[in-house]
């Protein structure tokens, strides 16, 4: 089966400097040890807030809320959501006004990442908990569309089929076919699956999931397919060359025991690669682990994506991380 890539949207670009992307040499000792060969996909520096695989996810929905006839998107996400805050920026670029749904309630300051997305012109409302794991269904978009008529609704993180196929572009960028292996972090599974279909037959697909109990590729299906069934998306031929790495959630979305911030810390020292404390320090991290574990054959070229989102370590107070 041969499933077309999204042709790029037209009129969607980024104002501003868009760096071209090359992939960087991972300069680690422990590589050359080994006989392995690892390139950073370095998707952080695409734009300083629209970072890494948010803007391939979300420039297809963009493309669509353009031709609707209200110019508003809504979307979601928590206090320190990467998507939001690229959500709210691109749609300031485009001349779309945006509204923000928010995890939880209103705290009494609002978290760097929000404040942002206010100073963008993202109309923010705050729903509880409860009602926001119900986000999704018929009743509470019906809710949201009789408040916000002809608003376009781009799901939580960019997932779904937009976003799926916008993510196939990330490997579009660079002469990725000569890689053996790609590796991503895994948050809904939308990049990985439109890295799985845009990679070549020679290729391993490997996502390292940042949310606990995401063990086999199956469990990515409903939150980046919002269906169990990946029919029609991928080929059993693709979905054999994939696998999620388990075991590198340390301890759950957005948990960031003292390990991780060490290991990041270091990381960033023997490397001089920064990464966050949600994706990608787990992502390196599992590479890391991974390489020592002699997972990879001798040879083996790997190409990692950074998938940005350098934006939520300012959660953290400064002076925890070194960059
Ligand atoms: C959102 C995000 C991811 C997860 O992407 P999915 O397509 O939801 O799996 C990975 N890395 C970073 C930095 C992100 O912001």
């Not at 999204?6 to 104002?15: F, K, R, V």
């Not at 089929?161 to 895994?186: F, M, P, W």
């Not at 490397?271 to 991974?290: C, E, N, Q």
Request: charged share 15%.
């Amino acid at each position: 089966m041969n499933i077309p890539f999204l042709p790029e949207p037209q009129g969607l670009s980024l104002p501003g400097p868009l760096q071209p992307l090359f992939p960087e040499p991972l300069e680690w000792s422990g590589l050359a040890e080994k006989n392995v060969s690892a390139d950073v996909l370095r998707l952080d520096r695409l734009h300083p807030v629209i970072s890494g695989n948010k803007w391939f996810k979300l420039k297809g929905y963009l493309q669509e809320a353009l031709q609707s006839p209200g110019h508003t998107v809504i979307t979601f996400g928590g206090a320190w959501s990467n998507h939001l805050i690229a959500a709210a920026c691109a749609a300031r670029q485009h001349g779309l006004s945006a509204v923000g749904i928010v995890r939880g309630e209103r705290p009494p300051v609002l978290s760097a990442t929000l404040t942002a997305a206010a100073d963008y012109g993202m109309q923010l409302e705050f729903i509880p908990r409860g009602e926001y794991a119900k986000k999704e269904t018929p009743d509470f978009l019906r809710q949201l569309t009789d408040r916000f008529p002809d608003a376009y609704i781009i799901p939580e993180g960019g997932a779904g089929l937009i976003g799926i196929k916008g993510s196939e572009n990330i490997l579009r960028t660079t002469d990725s076919g000569q890689y053996t292996h790609i590796l991503c972090a895994v948050g809904t599974g939308t990049t990985l699956l439109g890295l799985i279909r845009a990679s070549q037959p020679h290729q391993s697909i490997i996502g390292v999931p940042v949310l606990k109990g995401m063990n086999e590729i199956s469990a990515i299906y409903p939150t980046a397919l919002s269906t169990p069934d990946p029919a029609g998306w991928l080929t059993p031929e693709q979905i054999n060359r994939a696998r999620l790495l388990p075991g590198y959630h340390f301890g759950g979305y957005a948990r960031h025991p003292p390990e991780l911030l060490d290991f990041i810390n270091r990381w960033y020292r023997e490397t001089g690669v920064p990464s966050d404390i949600v994706y990608t320090g787990k992502l390196f991290f599992a590479l890391w682990d991974s390489i020592r574990q002699d997972l990879f054959p001798t040879h083996s070229r790997l190409l990692v994506i950074h998938s940005g989102g350098l934006q939520g370590n300012l959660s953290l107070a400064p002076g925890i991380l070194d960059f």
